[in-house]
């Protein structure tokens, strides 16, 4: 069965510091792979996605993820955490030909200045 | 296009009333999901459906809660009786084809009382 795991429920950041949250899935193939992000009180805004190709993507608001396929991982990163970053973020799958996205159970962020 | 669109964004009921929420998906996507986040169990896919046909409802609680997709533009997701555990926030989102990029509403807040 497919599952996706981030073993980070919260995690705090100084602004400007550096992040990684982390990603784990469990698939019997690739998958696509997405991160997205949730303000309170709002919906699911999506980061960036990975189908194939280079296995580092670029997303919006500065993120960026590596996949790497040895360690069924997809992290998710930036170099410099803003204020505005404090959210909750969530990793998703979706099998290679299937119609479905599978979540993480998120990761909350906090910022402190 | 506007996004996802869903009504209410608030409501207040009282355990055994008829709830209905509502969605209107993206204009040319081909799936819609409904999904129901909760602290406990986080976000999980209710029933999705395919060119306004239902394709997997696996995830539907039970059977007070049902899904319709009369036309490509509306679908609603209704609960009776409701009861206080269904309390959450249900997102719709959309897909132009099944495992590429899902685009989330903002989300109706369910409270029942």
């Known amino acids: 069965a497919q599952s996706v795991t981030q073993p980070d429920i919260h995690i705090t950041v100084s602004e400007g510091a550096s992040l990684e949250l982390r990603c784990n899935y469990s698939?019997?193939?690739?998958?696509?792979l997405f991160w997205y992000v949730q303000s309170p009180g709002q919906g699911l805004q999506l980061l960036l996605k990975?189908?194939?190709?280079?296995?580092l993507v670029q997303g919006i608001k500065g993120f960026e993820a590596e996949f790497k396929r040895s360690q069924s991982s997809f992290n998710l990163r930036k170099p410099s955490v803003h204020w505005s970053d404090a959210a909750e973020y969530f990793c998703?799958?979706?099998?290679?030909?299937?119609?479905?996205?599978?979540f993480g159970t998120g990761t909350s962020l906090t910022v402190i200045p | 296009d506007a996004g996802v669109i869903q009504s209410p964004r608030h409501e207040v009921t009282e355990m055994g009333q008829e709830v209905t929420l509502r969605c209107k998906p993206i204009?040319?996507?081909?799936?819609l999901f409904w999904y129901r986040q909760t602290m406990m169990r986080g976000l999980e896919l209710l029933i999705y459906?395919?060119?306004?046909?239902?394709?997997?409802d696996s995830g539907m609680p039970e059977d007070r809660f049902s899904a319709k997709m009369p036309n490509a533009s509306f679908s609603t997701l209704k609960i009776q009786p409701s009861e206080p555990r269904d309390s959450a926030v249900y997102f719709c989102?959309?897909?132009?084809?099944?495992?590429?990029?899902?685009?989330f509403g903002q989300g109706t807040r369910l409270t029942v009382v």
């Open positions: 989102a959309s897909s132009p084809t099944g495992g590429t990029e899902a685009f």
């Open positions: 698939y019997g193939a690739t998958p696509y």
């Open positions: 990975y189908f194939s190709g280079d296995t």
């Open positions: 998703a799958v979706a099998p290679y030909t299937g119609n479905q996205f599978y």
């Open positions: 204009s040319g996507h081909d799936y």
């Open positions: 459906f395919n060119n306004n046909v239902p394709i997997d």
